[in-house]
């Protein structure tokens, strides 16, 4: 495992497009998501003990967020092939065991990592109404100690958005396994 922090983003740069396979067996396109009034893009994958340990909070931050137009988005990126623990049908598996409230996305070519700059899991991407990157961070201050938890910044980020006021600063660096690319 190798740790590696996210770069800052390039606020204000519009959301890649994508196509993907779901794991409910759906294609999804960013375009599905046109209407949300932010949308939240996360890498993250199955095996990640950073992603295992924000998974319940983020779980939970999802469904408090959701239903004010909130629209999430996880994209597996890892390779599948060294990482079958992060294969499709094992992305099936977990989302059903752990009752995603996300659409859960497979970037086999890798390329929409590559679009996006994400280089770890979880790296959290927060775009506006109008698609424009506002936020890239982490899910809170305590990756992998939930009771020490004291800024939930993500949630900070998509509220500013929902009330029409800037991002806080600073923005914090997520932190995390790093994507496991194709050799």
Known sequence: MVLLYSPPGTMGAIAADFSLPGVDGRVHTRMDYESAAVLVVMFICNHCPYVQAIESRLIDLVNELKPLGVAFVGINSNDPISYPEDNFEQ?????KEHRYPFDYLMDESQEVARAYGAVCTPDFFVFD????LR???????????PAAVRSQELKR???????????????????????????
Request: a positive charge; glycine letters at 6%; charged letters at 35%.
């Open 157 to 183: 980020a998509i509220q500013a958005l929902l009330a029409g006021e800037p991002v806080p600063e600073p923005q914090h660096a997520s932190m995390g396994c790093s994507l496991k690319w194709r050799e």
């Open 135 to 145: 936020y890239r961070g982490r899910l809170d201050d305590a990756p992998r100690n």
């Open 129 to 132: 109404a109008e698609k424009k």
């Open 91 to 95: 992305m099936k598996k977990r989302a």
